[in-house]
């Protein structure tokens, strides 16, 4: 078995117990991670310089459409209801099983390449088992990890999303038994399940039941704009059907109650500020959130309006908290609650990603005995030298150019700066290709410049 060491970079172990170290080594053994502390000793080894490097987790995604690769930046500048009629209603429809591989692979790699090592891939676009085939093959062939979230078809946007009574399709029983079978693979399987605000309650009733059957976590949309505002989600806890092994995205218009209900229910949330902030979702709840004890996870969403990568992330929550902290300070409030801080949002885009994965057994801190999902940050670039506080510059002032490596479990997908055994001029032909067929086929305009 390989063993790897990463010698004297700035270690941040984001484990309370362990800590973080100013200088340190980080032993990978195999897929695993070995040991870290100062002047570890590995003679067998391959030593890899990190003295200018930070050294810490990947960054966890817990959502992210990423079958719109071949979509990136379509629709900058558009709301909610533009994104469900032109992106769902125009151009998912006319999707085959290669343009969703394609916009899998691409988005696969594109989190890679900013340091994400494990993304929850939100998959509406099953339109035939062979849609759902090409998907997982995406996931497979990029190396992340990933957790696919088998989701509905999305043929007919007005079937699947506006009070639908369509069931959630069972071909998710084939893909269990043909691809998730072990538990020692680098994907996981979820459902995706329209929120109880898109469907009929027993449609929903049935699609978490169905996930329950199976075994595998519930990735679901709730809060989203008006339709969020119904007490649907509530009178899905009424029922008894909440617990610890869903994740709820943006919860943004849900009530008190209803996010009370997931606290208690020992649910997950995962926030998208910049896309809820600006496509008409509401607020994000961060604050909600956190006064209930629900420490948030991140995630991406759509490439379609956003960029991809958890940096612009962990700054849009962070400012957005503490902009509201603030603006009450300045109107005379006392008793206001703690702003956040980096060290915060650096764990919202680790540990708090692995619990909503259901993975945080596994990663979201580099501990002993943990899987080896690692990337070293370049703290010599000329954007954040010198370095004075590390956590804080992660958090402020790095972007996906300060990436120069990425390991998971134990395997380099990223080295100095470049993506390992990935054809940039193949996956460019299969975009494009894949890009002018969805938007030549369904008569979609590209935005004027
Ligand atoms: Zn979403």
Request: charged share 20%; hydrophobic share 40%.
């Amino acid at each position: 078995m390989s063993r790897t060491i990463l010698k004297g970079g700035c270690v941040l172990t984001l484990d309370g117990a362990l800590g973080n170290f100013r200088e340190a080594d980080v032993l990978i053994d195999g897929t695993k991670i070995g040991a870290v502390g100062p002047n570890l000793q590995a003679a067998d080894a391959e030593v890899i310089d990190a003295s200018e490097m930070i050294v810490m987790p990947g960054f966890i995604d817990t959502h992210r459409h990423i079958w719109e690769g071949i979509l990136r930046n379509i629709a900058p500048d558009a709301l909610l209801d533009e994104y469900f009629v032109n992106i769902l209603g125009v151009l998912a429809p006319v999707y085959r099983p290669q343009d969703a591989y394609a916009g899998n692979l691409v988005s696969c790699l594109g989190a890679i390449d900013a340091g994400i090592t494990t993304l929850l891939d939100w998959s509406h676009i099953q339109n035939t088992p062979e849609h759902s085939d090409a998907c997982i093959s995406a996931l497979k062939e990029s190396g992340l990890r990933c957790v696919f979230a088998y989701g509905t078809p999305n043929l007919d946007m007005p079937a699947w999303w506006h009070d639908s009574k369509l069931k959630h399709p069972h071909d998710i029983r084939r893909i269990a038994k043909q691809y998730f079978s072990s538990g020692d693979q680098l994907m996981t399987l979820a459902l995706a399940p329209r929120g109880p605000e898109f469907t009929t309650f027993d449609v929903a009733k049935h699609d978490w039941e169905l996930a329950r059957e199976i075994g595998v976590r519930i990735s679901v949309h709730v809060g989203v704009g008006l339709a969020g505002k119904q007490g649907k989600l509530g009178a899905m806890g009424k029922a008894g059907l909440l617990g610890p092994d869903t994740t709820y995205i943006h919860c943004c218009t849900l009530s008190d109650d209803e996010l009370q209900m997931i606290a208690d229910t020992g649910g997950t949330v995962s926030l998208a500020s910049p896309i809820e902030m600006q496509m008409g979702h509401g607020t994000p709840p961060i604050q909600r959130c956190l006064d209930r004890g629900l420490r948030p996870s991140l995630s991406v969403d759509v490439e379609t309006t956003m960029c991809g990568d958890l940096f612009a992330q962990m700054r849009s929550v962070l400012t957005l908290q503490r902009a509201m902290v603030n603006e009450q300070r300045l109107a005379g409030k006392e008793r206001l609650p703690d702003i956040l801080t980096s060290r915060d949002v650096i764990e919202f885009a680790t540990i708090q990603g692995a619990r909503a994965n259901g993975l945080d057994s596994k990663v979201g801190t580099l501990t002993p005995g943990k899987e080896a999902d690692v990337i070293m940050l370049r703290t010599d670039r000329i954007n954040v030298l010198p370095i004075n506080d590390p956590i804080g510059v992660v958090v402020r002032g790095m972007d996906s150019s300060n990436v120069d490596s990425v390991f998971v479990a134990g395997q380099p997908r990223k080295r100095n700066g470049k993506l390992l055994n990935v054809d940039l001029a193949r996956v460019s032909k299969l975009v494009y290709e894949s890009r002018d067929y969805v938007v030549g086929k369904s008569n979609f305009k590209l935005p004027a410049i």
